[in-house]
């Protein structure tokens, strides 16, 4: 049919030239054209209906296609949001869990100072930096303003907050969930009676928009979850193993710094008791010195034996081994007193502990010093 309709179209053609040059038309020509008109009638009556209905079809079915489409971008937009939902529920979870364990973290950090109550400035300043200064910048990480002590400003270069991260986050999900509703109205209105290929090719990149903000807001609550995580391992860090560390260290330094108030309690009862038993020999050797004065001729001319050359020459004798006693005593007092002086300047970095840091090694050498001072008061006593 197609290659007749051609050729009877190129005779129509080549009889309009004929007629354009001036030729005679003959009835063979008005014949032909007869012919001709009839077969374009023809076409009028099937071929163009048909091609109309292919057409009405073609168009019917990219209409429907559209909206299958249309309707499948929509459903893959419901359930990125249900995704994302469900994920955005994960980092909200997180958030609850890491303060219940910031919680437990400071309970942990005030049983730690409650039996470490000594006043020492190495461990004070232990606890600030590695438990207290870490926990407050846990908590400002996690719960941002609400953290923050009064006119105080958070640190622009550190990462936002989990709870303003959070905040940014349902701000824009329920941006994005309205968008998403307003759209599916349209997709349904379209589903009842379809809209033009222009409007519908409108819904379907709006949804693409949709799944892109979806994707991310998405990513924003995978970031928030990473951080979260990284705060999770900083509270644990300080619930093991710094808090049982700083536990053992200072248990530690505790124990030698009685170890030394004992030494140093023992060394001073020790002085004392030497003192004592000093005093006590001197007291009696200047009595007995009293006593040989008294009995000497000097002292006590009525004594009928004065000019007795034997009975002089032993007064002399025990007054001067007194004297000599006194001295060594005395001595002895003295050497007692740089004992004393000496075992106050090894104990003194003791008292302070809450003016400097007083570090176990020094400590150590503290304990060394108490023992030999003990040492050598034993040594003196005996």
Same mark, same amino acid.
Do not use: W
């Given at each position: 049919?197609?290659?007749?309709?051609?050729?009877?179209?190129?005779?129509?053609?080549?009889?309009? @030239?004929? @007629?354009?040059?001036?030729?005679?038309?003959?009835?063979?020509?008005?014949?032909?054209?007869?012919?001709?008109?009839?077969?374009?009638?023809?076409?009028?009556?099937?071929?163009?209906?048909?091609?109309?209905?292919?057409?009405?079809?073609?168009?019917?079915?990219?209409?429907?296609?559209?909206?299958?489409? %249309?309707?499948?971008?929509?459903?893959?937009?419901?359930?990125?949001?249900? %995704?994302?939902?469900?994920?955005?529920?994960?980092?909200?979870?997180?958030?609850?869990?890491?303060?219940?364990?910031?919680?437990?973290?400071?309970?942990?950090?005030?049983?730690?100072?409650?039996?470490?109550?000594?006043?020492?400035?190495?461990?004070?300043?232990?606890?600030?930096?590695?438990?207290?200064?870490?926990?407050?910048?846990?908590?400002?990480?996690?719960?941002?303003?609400?953290?923050?002590?009064?006119?105080?400003?958070?640190? @622009?270069?550190?990462?936002?907050?989990?709870?303003?991260?959070?905040?940014?986050?349902?701000?824009?999900?329920?941006?994005?969930?309205?968008?998403?509703?307003?759209?599916?109205?349209?997709?349904?209105?379209?589903?009842?009676?379809?809209?033009?290929?222009?409007?519908?090719?409108?819904?379907?990149?709006?949804?693409?928009?949709?799944?892109?903000?979806?994707? !991310?807001?998405? =990513?924003?609550?995978?970031?928030?979850?990473?951080?979260?995580?990284?705060?999770?391992?900083?509270?644990?860090?300080?619930?093991?193993?710094?808090?049982?560390?700083?536990?053992?260290?200072?248990?530690?330094?505790?124990?030698?710094?009685?170890?030394?108030?004992?030494?140093?309690?023992?060394?001073?009862?020790?002085?004392?008791?030497?003192? !004592?038993?000093?005093?006590?020999?001197?007291?009696?050797?200047?009595?007995?010195?009293?006593?040989?004065?008294?009995?000497?001729?000097?002292?006590?001319?009525?004594?009928?034996?004065?000019?007795?050359?034997?009975?002089?020459?032993?007064? +002399?004798?025990?007054?001067? +081994?007194?004297?000599?006693?006194?001295?060594?005593?005395?001595?002895?007092?003295?050497?007692?007193?740089?004992?004393?002086?000496?075992?106050?300047?090894?104990?003194?970095?003791?008292?302070?502990?809450?003016?400097?840091?007083?570090?176990?090694?020094?400590?150590?050498?503290?304990?060394?010093?108490?023992?030999?001072?003990?040492?050598?008061?034993?040594?003196?006593? =005996?």
């Amino acid at each position: 049919m197609k290659d007749q309709t051609l050729e009877e179209s190129t005779k129509i053609d080549v009889d309009m @030239k004929a @007629k354009n040059k001036g030729l005679t038309i003959t009835p063979e020509h008005l014949h032909q054209l007869r012919q001709n008109l009839k077969s374009l009638e023809k076409q009028l009556g099937t071929d163009i209906p048909r091609i109309k209905k292919n057409i009405d079809q073609l168009e019917a079915f990219a209409i429907k296609a559209l909206k299958n489409k %249309l309707n499948e971008d929509n459903k893959k937009s419901q359930n990125q949001i249900s %995704l994302m939902k469900r994920n955005y529920e994960d980092l909200q979870r997180e958030i609850d869990n890491l303060n219940n364990k910031l919680v437990k973290v400071k309970g942990e950090s005030a049983s730690l100072q409650k039996r470490l109550d000594n006043e020492d400035k190495e461990k004070e300043n232990d606890l600030k930096n590695k438990v207290e200064d870490k926990i407050t910048e846990c908590d400002r990480d996690i719960n941002g303003h609400k953290a923050e002590q009064p006119g105080e400003d958070r640190d @622009k270069t550190k990462p936002a907050s989990l709870q303003a991260r959070k905040k940014e986050i349902i701000a824009a999900i329920n941006k994005m969930v309205n968008q998403f509703n307003e759209n599916n109205k349209q997709i349904k209105e379209n589903n009842k009676q379809p809209k033009s290929e222009k409007d519908m090719n409108d819904l379907i990149v709006k949804n693409k928009d949709i799944q892109k903000e979806c994707k !991310a807001i998405d =990513d924003k609550v995978n970031e928030g979850k990473v951080f979260a995580e990284q705060i999770d391992e900083r509270l644990s860090t300080i619930l093991d193993p710094v808090i049982p560390e700083l536990d053992a260290k200072y248990e530690q330094k505790n124990g030698l710094i009685d170890e030394c108030d004992d030494l140093f309690d023992i060394c001073e009862d020790k002085l004392k008791s030497i003192d !004592a038993n000093l005093n006590e020999q001197l007291s009696k050797v200047e009595s007995a010195l009293e006593k040989l004065a008294d009995a000497g001729p000097i002292n006590n001319p009525t004594i009928g034996d004065r000019d007795n050359k034997e009975f002089v020459k032993n007064v +002399q004798q025990l007054t001067e +081994q007194g004297e000599k006693l006194r001295t060594e005593l005395e001595g002895i007092q003295g050497i007692m007193q740089e004992c004393k002086d000496r075992l106050m300047d090894v104990i003194q970095p003791l008292n302070e502990l809450g003016d400097r840091e007083v570090k176990t090694p020094e400590i150590q050498k503290i304990l060394d010093k108490l023992k030999l001072i003990q040492s050598e008061l034993k040594k003196t006593e =005996d």
